[in-house]
């Protein structure tokens, strides 16, 4: 099946830092997703992108659709201590039925204020 | 209110033990999804539904069950939960229209089987 394969698996960063996370993964995708999970709740929809390589920033978010449709990456700038929980990529396929979606496992970011 | 909602939070049960899950969404989406939380693996699909009396198997559906008899409800049942079965389990929804491929999730199930 489709996997992502996204890294880092978790950062421990100091407060005004900049970060970045990608996913990779073998099989095409025609939409890229980023989610945000904080402690207790579930994942948020961060950026959605349908173009390859598509750029799009939200605030301090930044984030890229690979042009080979294969892989995209986030970028958070100056970071804050909100912006701790967990980071996931995902992914819907050419190839998927229905409407699902294929989550990479995560990042974990720690903001240290 | 609008969205989407969990029942329960928490969920503690014993092994062989048949437990439902609930979820309820307000949006009248046409797909509905459970997915199941596990450090190391991110989030597996577990079952999802196109629409009432419509549903398919995931990425890992063995020991699940669900029903769809309604829009807006899509339980998930444990039939006889086991230890491996524990887990955060998280339903989500979306509308399924052309692009709008979105999932809006609740706040998840931690369920512990014992």
């Known amino acids: 099946g489709q996997q992502l394969n996204q890294s880092p698996q978790s950062m421990f960063i100091q407060e005004g830092e900049d970060v970045s996370m990608n996913c990779t993964s073998s099989?095409?995708?025609?939409?890229w997703l980023w989610y945000k999970q904080e402690p207790g709740e579930g994942p948020v929809l961060l950026i959605a992108?349908?173009?390859?390589?598509e750029l799009t920033s939200s605030g301090r978010l930044t984030a890229q659709f690979g042009i080979t449709r294969k892989d995209g990456f986030l970028n958070i700038s100056a970071s804050i201590p909100s912006d701790v929980g967990i980071y996931f990529c995902a992914g819907h396929g050419y190839n998927n039925a229905g409407n699902m979606l294929t989550f990479g496992g995560g990042t974990r970011l720690m903001v240290k204020p | 209110d609008a969205g989407i909602t969990q029942s329960p939070r928490y969920k503690i049960t014993e092994t062989g033990r048949q437990v439902t899950l609930m979820c309820h969404q307000t949006w009248s989406h046409s797909y509905m999804f459970w997915y199941r939380q596990d450090l190391g693996h991110g989030l597996r699909l577990i079952y999802y539904?196109?629409?009432?009396?419509?549903?398919d198997k995931g990425e890992v559906p063995d020991g699940y069950v669900v029903s769809r008899s309604k829009t807006e409800n899509f339980p998930l049942t444990l039939e006889s939960a086991t230890r491996s079965q524990t887990s955060v389990y998280f339903c989500?929804?979306?509308?399924?229209?052309?692009?709008?491929?979105?999932?809006?999730f609740g706040q998840g199930t931690r369920l512990t089987v014992v």
């Open positions: 992108l349908y173009k390859a390589g």
């Open positions: 099989s095409i995708f025609n939409t």
């Open positions: 989500a929804s979306s509308e399924g229209l052309g692009l709008v491929t979105e999932a809006f």
């Open positions: 539904s196109a629409a009432a009396d419509i549903t």
